[in-house]
């Protein structure tokens, strides 16, 4: 009966120390002030074929980061993705459902997707990709565009973002700026 008695707190004991110690072994995450952080947005610049021009939204109008940007970036940091770049820009209808997928975007009446041009802003992280459409049809209407690293028949969205609704015709252009910091 007393091995059974004395056993009963060391047990008790054991059980105290040992689930502590598990315990305070269990991985946590860790926030800092360095943590990773998005910040973007896009602009959107009309110049008419009459020769009239505005700007239709600039600053204050954030896209949208996509699953499939936040794992692209996760794949570059943890793998060294070397896919090809987010690099190529898309406008879309996006109040008639196109714009979730590339080929739901334009990719004709010259507003095919096509290669942005990079431009370094600043160190570190901040960058724009811009490109310049002109529309060879009329009647065109545009209010999204998309940052995806492929053509008109296929990529992924890096971002996507809407915009106020422009209708281009004949010769009018349309520029898309994508401004990206990652701080």
């Known amino acids: 009966m007393y091995p059974v008695v004395l056993a009963v707190p060391f047990l008790f004991i054991g059980a105290l120390f040992g689930s502590t110690f598990f315990a305070s072994t269990s991985v946590s995450p860790v926030l800092s002030a360095n943590a990773i952080v998005y910040h973007s947005d ?12 505005q700007v239709i939204e600039c600053e204050n109008n954030p896209n949208f980061f996509t699953s499939f940007g936040k794992n692209a970036v996760m794949d570059f940091v943890g793998t ?13 209808n996006v ?40 529309s060879t049809s009329d009647g065109q209407t545009v209010n999204g565009t ?38």
Request: aromatic fraction near 10%; glycine fraction near 14%.
């Open 42 to 53: 896009v602009c959107v610049t009309v110049d008419k074929a009459d020769g009239s021009g």
């Open 80 to 92: 060294g993705f070397a896919g090809p770049a987010f690099d190529t820009i898309a406008l879309c």
């Open 95 to 134: 109040s008639t459902g196109l714009g979730t997928t590339v080929q739901q975007c334009y990719i004709t009446g010259g507003l095919t997707n096509g290669t942005g041009t990079f431009l370094k802003v600043a160190d570190p992280g901040n960058w724009s990709i811009s490109r310049t459409f002109t």
């Open 146 to 183: 998309a940052l995806l690293n492929g053509s008109s028949t296929g990529g992924v969205f890096f971002a996507n973002n809407s915009f106020t609704q422009v209708t281009l015709n004949t010769n009018d252009q349309i520029t898309i700026r994508w401004n990206i910091s990652i701080q």
